[in-house]
């Protein structure tokens, strides 16, 4: 029905940069919100960045002025570019997305999930 892929993930070492993609697919009406959400065994799933339809975006302090979400409308997709990437950043990355399909009410969908390692 919809599919959120996410893609972008890997190892980079402290201070390298990483872009992650999530795309979304199938039939919908339309999207609105879309986020990006990260966890490790060792923290619990926090918002890392997200973004409004209309383009406002929102950060967690600990990413601010390293990490800039941003999507593409027409091609239903939101990016997240993580720059200076620190240790802590280490962990699995989620996409989101608030969906609107036909016949039902508004809500969440998640990708599977996309792993970020941060290490020498």
């Known amino acids: 029905q919809v599919q959120l892929v996410e893609s972008g993930g890997g190892l980079v070492q402290p201070g390298g940069s990483l872009r992650l993609s999530c795309a979304a697919s199938?039939?919908?009406?339309?999207?609105?919100?879309m986020g990006w959400y990260r966890q490790d065994p060792g923290k619990p799933r926090e918002l890392v960045a997200s973004i409004s339809r209309a383009g406002r975006t929102n950060s967690v302090d600990s990413v601010k002025g390293r990490f800039t979400i941003s999507r593409d409308n027409a091609k239903n997709t939101v990016y997240l570019q993580m720059n200076s990437l620190k240790p802590e950043d280490t962990a699995v990355y989620y996409c989101n997305a608030e969906i609107l399909v036909a016949g039902q009410a508004l809500r969440d969908y998640w990708g599977q999930g996309t792993h970020v390692s941060v290490s020498s």
């Open positions: 199938g039939r919908f009406y339309e999207i609105y919100g």
